[in-house]
């Protein structure tokens, strides 16, 4: 079974401080990989996605990849209390499997003022 | 606007009973994916479909039976053989290109009463 860990939280981060998600992958052949946002009981949302080796960053969120090591983490900048939400980390799996994403079960964030 | 539509929002059965989700996209994308997710758990696959007529089985297909009688509608019927339904379920497609970005639906929440 190909697996994608996070950690469940929930991570507290002050208002304006720096949250660092992190996520793991068992499968060596995944090709893409997705940070998406869920607030309670609303569908997933896509922040970020990045597939090469380094960083990618999109206003106040840096995805950060390393295949060798097989992790992707997410860093939120400035964090607001509208960042309190899910992360939900995705793994596509490769070519064979287009569009089948594996998800993580999730890392709860809570931004405090 | 383009997008998913999954209805009904929120739905309540019977034990026993068959109840059918439906989803419908306009976004002209191939494939379409039933997700299910229980409170504090990522996303789980139960369908999916990267063409019409065709569809395969993900993670958790038991209980579960789904068409794909044209391209831009997926219904997901809930069978009396799924014994614990009680769950969020999300549908999504995507395109084949080298991202694999999921869009999703607002989702549909099952309650057995």
């Known amino acids: 079974q190909k697996e994608v860990e996070q950690n469940s939280g929930p991570l507290s981060v002050p208002e304006g401080a720096i949250a660092s998600l992190n996520c793991t992958y068992s499968d060596r052949g995944s090709q893409s990989f997705f940070w998406y946002r869920q607030y309670s009981g609303k569908s997933p949302e896509l922040i970020m996605f990045i597939y090469s080796n380094g960083d990618k960053e999109d206003g106040r969120f840096t995805a950060q990849l390393n295949k060798a090591s097989q992790y992707v983490s997410l860093l939120i900048r400035d964090s607001q209390p509208s960042d309190s939400a899910t992360y939900l980390c995705?793994?596509?799996?490769?070519?064979?499997?287009?569009?089948?994403?594996?998800f993580g079960a999730g890392t709860q964030v809570v931004v405090t003022p | 606007d383009g997008g998913i539509t999954q209805s009904p929002k929120y739905l309540f059965r019977k034990e026993g009973q068959n109840v059918t989700l439906s989803c419908e996209q306009n976004l002209n994308h191939d494939a379409m994916y039933w997700y299910r997710q229980d409170p504090g758990q990522g996303l789980r696959l139960i369908y999916y479909s990267q063409i019409v007529n065709d569809f395969q089985k993900g993670d958790i297909a038991e209980g579960y039976s789904v068409s794909r009688e044209k391209k831009e509608s997926f219904p997901l019927t809930v069978t009396s053989a799924q014994k614990n339904p009680t769950a969020f379920y999300l549908c999504a497609s995507n395109n084949r290109d080298y991202t694999g970005e999921l869009f999703f639906g607002e989702g549909s929440r099952l309650t057995v009463l």
């Open positions: 995705a793994v596509n799996l490769g070519t064979d499997s287009w569009g089948k994403l594996q």
